[in-house]
């Protein structure tokens, strides 16, 4: 354990069991913080998430729950309540892509990604802020995308959760803040993961990039434990960090 910045906090990532939010995880307990690392169906994966946390020498649980659902965050969140008592992180990262082009987009495929990227952001981040409302404090994070901000074909509904998520980060910001709570978002580039191990990431992506490579999971896992741990992150709310190589230079 490096800091133990967040020793005594518990924190809360969505679809921790692969990807982005298994590092977050695994960074935000490098911090001291107890996790819990939720997941869809991967229990093996969460499992083994929870057993390299533990090693490390700090505590996680695995909770199943489709972020998605409304009775399913309910239980989630009363969960956490009842074993741990408080909520001090939430890193909204749970995510999906049903990528096709727009006249070829079924109701099911949007529906799909806005009900998880978006509602699923929603939800959870109501529930937390219940919680955090009453501490008086607390850190909400929201994992984005740069298609979110510059738009991508073939893309449209995930484009629009993740427009969504930024959105919903500002207005939910200004309402928290006067509570001392934190709601920031982070938009990654091209990041691998089994996320983007089906598109063909070649040549054409790469020229997108100044940096002129993808991203890795624990890089944008040093985002997130800035924002939940640094000191200096008491003072940034409403904010959208960029880590995509360069990609997008608002
Ligand atoms: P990933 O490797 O596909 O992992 C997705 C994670 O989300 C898994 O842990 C999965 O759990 C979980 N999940 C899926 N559906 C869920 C549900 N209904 N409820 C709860 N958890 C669910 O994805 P990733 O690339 O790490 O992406 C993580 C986040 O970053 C997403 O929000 C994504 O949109 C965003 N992002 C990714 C990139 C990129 O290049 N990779 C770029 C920008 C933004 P199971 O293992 O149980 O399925």
Redesign the pocket.
């Known amino acids: 354990m490096a800091t133990a910045r967040l020793q005594g906090q518990v924190a809360i990532v969505?679809?921790?069991?692969?990807?982005?939010?298994?590092a977050a995880a695994r960074a935000l307990a490098d911090e001291g913080a107890t996790v819990i690392v939720?997941?869809?169906?991967?229990?093996e994966?969460?499992d083994q998430v929870v057993a390299e946390i533990g090693a490390a020498g700090a505590e996680a649980m695995a909770l199943q729950?489709?972020?998605?659902?409304a009775d399913q965050v309910e239980a989630l969140f009363t969960a956490v309540m009842e074993k741990y008592g408080r909520v001090d992180l939430l890193v909204n990262?749970?995510?999906?892509?049903r990528d096709t082009l727009l006249l070829r987009m079924k109701l099911e495929d949007w529906q799909a990604v806005i009900d998880?990227?978006l509602t699923?952001v929603f939800l959870c981040t109501r529930a937390a802020s219940k919680i955090m409302l009453k501490q008086r404090s607390g850190r909400v994070i929201n994992?984005?995308?740069?298609?979110g901000e510059m738009g991508n074909a073939g893309q449209a509904n995930?484009s629009a959760s993740?427009a969504g998520v930024i959105g919903f980060t500002k207005s939910v910001a200004k309402e928290l803040a006067s509570r001392g709570i934190t709601v920031n978002a982070v938009?990654?580039?091209?990041?691998?993961?089994?996320?983007?191990a089906d598109l063909k990431l070649g040549d054409e992506i790469l020229k997108l990039i100044p940096l002129g490579r993808?991203?890795q999971?624990e890089e944008?896992a040093g985002v997130i434990r800035f924002l939940a741990a640094d000191a200096a992150a008491a003072y940034i709310t409403g904010q959208v960090i960029n880590i995509d190589g360069g990609m997008v230079m608002a």
Do not use: E, H
Request: hydrophobic fraction near 40%; aromatic fraction near 8%.
């Open positions: 969505t679809g921790a069991s692969r990807g982005i939010g298994r939720n997941y869809a169906s991967s229990a994966a969460a729950a489709d972020v998605g659902q990262n749970a995510g999906i892509a998880l990227n699923g994992i984005t995308s740069v298609v995930y993740k938009a990654p580039g091209f990041i691998t993961t089994d996320m983007t993808y991203g999971p944008v």
